[in-house]
């Protein structure tokens, strides 16, 4: 969830089934504008220009952060998906307004806010408390979040889910299929479906606001001995299938701690680097969205704050068992068996090996020296990045090679991508081999 600081009144949530097809079809027009005048451009300056080259200019990423935004729900929460793992692949320009899906939502007006909670807590559901807020304190893409105490003196964070949500579910996955398909970023070939499937079937999952109450309380007990950390406490009086109510905890975004000592900054990413090897390894439970509003601090007390287990998931044995195999690898220094763990994984396709196993042989080989070196992993010194994200680029554009690794390695991935940009942002510097080390049975220096 995001900071609502610009005063911003608000648009209604488009909930209809019409309507909310209305929205894409105005986006895919307007998309089909900016692309005719961008060809139109790059043929008057003697370019041939691909499809791909007319579609992701500024101002098209901006009508799809914008409309994307509007809409809400599922629509939006692909974009955060796709703009969160596409990391620092985009060009600064497409990353800083796709970022924008990821900062915030346009809030309800007060009016579609009162119909919503009149609907969950009946027409007089205002005298059970001593203060609501009407102006959101956060606003995300399936819902927004307003503080308030009640009549005996608790302080609540209560997220209320946007109108129409659950139910457009289906259909804005598919619509957003659709709009990657005619716009040529998706081979014809590339069987999406499982993934589709799955997409949707968790993004009901995180509509059903008493599954995500109970998920946090399970969350909670997990890490009752961390003291580390602190997971809001469930208000179940309040809370129905579209209103999530939880305690209200006083903290910042962990961004705000970027102007930390470098000390505190190291032992904040240390905490969540450590946490996602614990779910993945020990608590075999992940929170799967690393979207950086999800995570904050309190610096009174330096604890993180969690927040948002909509997209909590079990991790299954096998997943566990692919990444132990690929880390123990990696910090054995045995790029072959990086290779072969990798495929095993599904993370590389049989097809992108036989065409570039010498590029993904070099790609390894980076990886590898640089998972061999002792002492803690500089997270803004990119320069490894860079070459590794340059070689990849090469395979990545031969869309004869795509295809889709496994669904629960995908969610894992995101979380685990997620976590080492937010390590970025802190500009920390964290022994990271040695956690993982730990986790995966092996000693700091390797077999």
Not at 50 to 55: I, P, Q
Not at 307 to 330: C, E, I, N, W
Not at 386 to 415: I, M, N, S, Y
Request: no cysteine; hydrophobic share 45%; glycine share 10%.
């Amino acid at each position: 969830m995001s900071e609502r600081g610009d005063g911003a009144k608000g648009r209604p949530v488009p909930s209809g089934r019409l309507s909310r097809l209305g929205q894409f079809g105005r986006l895919a027009g307007g998309l089909a504008g900016g692309m005719l005048v961008e060809g139109a451009r790059r043929l008057a300056d003697g370019e041939r220009p691909a499809m791909r080259d007319m579609l992701l200019t500024p101002g098209n990423l901006l009508r799809v952060a914008d409309r994307l935004s509007h809409l809400r729900g599922a629509a939006m929460k692909l974009g955060q998906m796709i703009s969160m793992d596409a990391g620092d692949a985009l060009p600064p320009e497409l990353a800083q307004l796709m970022a924008r899906l990821r900062a915030s939502a346009d809030p309800m007006p007060p009016v579609q806010l009162q119909r919503m909670l009149a609907a969950e807590w009946g027409r007089e559901w205002r005298i059970r408390f001593q203060r609501f807020d009407d102006r959101p304190i956060a606003a995300a893409s399936i819902g927004q979040v307003h503080r308030a105490m009640t009549l005996d003196g608790r302080e609540l964070a209560i997220k209320v889910q946007y109108p129409g949500v659950r139910g457009s579910i289906d259909a804005d996955v598919d619509n957003v299929a659709t709009l990657l398909r005619m716009s040529g970023l998706l081979p014809a070939r590339l069987d999406i479906a499982p993934l589709l499937a799955e997409a949707k079937a968790q993004l009901h999952e995180e509509t059903d606001y008493r599954r995500e109450g109970a998920q946090m309380e399970a969350y909670g007990r997990l890490l009752a001995d961390r003291d580390a950390f602190v997971v809001p406490t469930l208000a179940p009086d309040f809370t129905t299938d579209k209103v999530l109510a939880m305690s209200f905890v006083e903290s910042v975004p962990v961004e705000d701690m970027v102007g930390a000592p470098q000390a505190e900054r190291d032992r904040i990413a240390a905490l969540l680097i450590e946490l996602v090897l614990d779910e993945l390894f020990r608590l075999r439970v992940m929170q799967t969205d690393p979207n950086f509003a999800n995570f904050r601090y309190q610096p009174a007390t330096g604890k993180i704050v969690l927040l948002d287990f909509g997209a909590t998931r079990p991790v299954s044995a096998a997943t566990a068992q692919a990444y132990r195999t690929l880390l123990a690898a990696g910090l054995s220094g045995d790029g072959g068996a990086v290779k072969k763990a990798a495929m095993d994984a599904g993370f590389l396709g049989e097809a992108a090996v036989r065409r570039h196993e010498v590029l993904i042989d070099r790609m390894i080989g980076l990886i590898v020296s640089e998972a061999s070196k002792a002492g803690p992993f500089d997270f803004t010194d990119r320069r490894v990045l860079a070459l590794v994200r340059d070689q990849a680029a090469t395979v990545a554009g031969d869309r004869e090679t795509w295809h889709v690794p496994p669904t629960d390695t995908l969610f894992v991935q995101r979380k685990i991508s997620g976590i080492a940009l937010l390590a970025a942002r802190l500009e920390a510097r964290v022994d990271v081999r040695s956690m993982v080390a730990a986790h995966v049975g092996m000693g700091p220096g390797g077999l």
